[in-house]
Structures are given as C-alpha cells and as structure tokens.
C-alpha cells in the first residue's frame, strides 16, 4: 500500500500562483509515476500532469507554459507549481500515484481561484 499525502491548496486571486506538494509513503518504488489530476462537481476526474521516474512529463493543454510538475524522489514528493491561475483551475487537485498496474489516491485539496 502506498499512502499520500498533499499540501498546499487554497483560495487566490486570479493571476495568482500557488504550490501542491503530495508526500508518498508505504511500499514506494522509485520507477512509479506521479502526478495531479483535478475534478470539479459534476465532471470526470482529469489529467493535469505527469511526471516519471525519467523526469518525463505530461501536461494538460489547458496549463501548458502555466503550470510545472516536478518530483524529489530522495523525499517521494512530487510538486505542482502553479502560476497564472485562472477561475476555471478551481478544483479538487488530487495526487496520483502509479506503480505495478496499480493507482493510488491522496485526499484531494481544494483549489479556489477568485475572479
């Protein structure tokens, strides 16, 4: 079992910036994939980005040149540096975790982006 855990929601301004960070314990491998996705109420959970174990990384169209994914795998952390923040980022962020066929889940934190 893996456990997340994430930080770093909350509420901010249009054009703000704000940082996720997501700390994974348990039966960690240094080959998983991390990442974020994001779900508002009533839509399906959605991809913001990825990063592998390579330093690969994929990113949504939608915050592509806005936001970063980076990881620290000494900590098993990865990061979500977000910049330029539009009302539609409003969401639940949740951390993703990917290894052996397996997805695990951290708790989601809010993000609020105000007009």
């Known amino acids: 079992q893996v456990q997340l855990v994430e930080s770093g929601g909350g509420l901010v301004q249009a054009g703000g910036s704000l940082r996720l960070s997501c700390a994974a314990s348990g039966s960690t491998f240094s080959f998983a994939t991390m990442g974020w996705y994001r779900q508002v109420p009533g839509k399906q959970r959605e991809l913001v980005a990825t990063?592998?174990?390579?330093?690969?990384?994929t990113y949504a169209i939608a915050v592509r040149g806005r936001f970063t994914v980076s990881r620290d795998g000494a900590k098993n952390t990865v990061y979500l540096q977000m910049n330029s923040l539009k009302p539609e980022d409003t969401a639940v962020y949740y951390c993703n975790y990917q290894v052996l066929r397996r997805d695990y889940w951290g708790q989601g934190t809010q993000v609020t982006v105000s007009s």
């Open positions: 990063i592998n174990s390579g330093g690969f990384t």
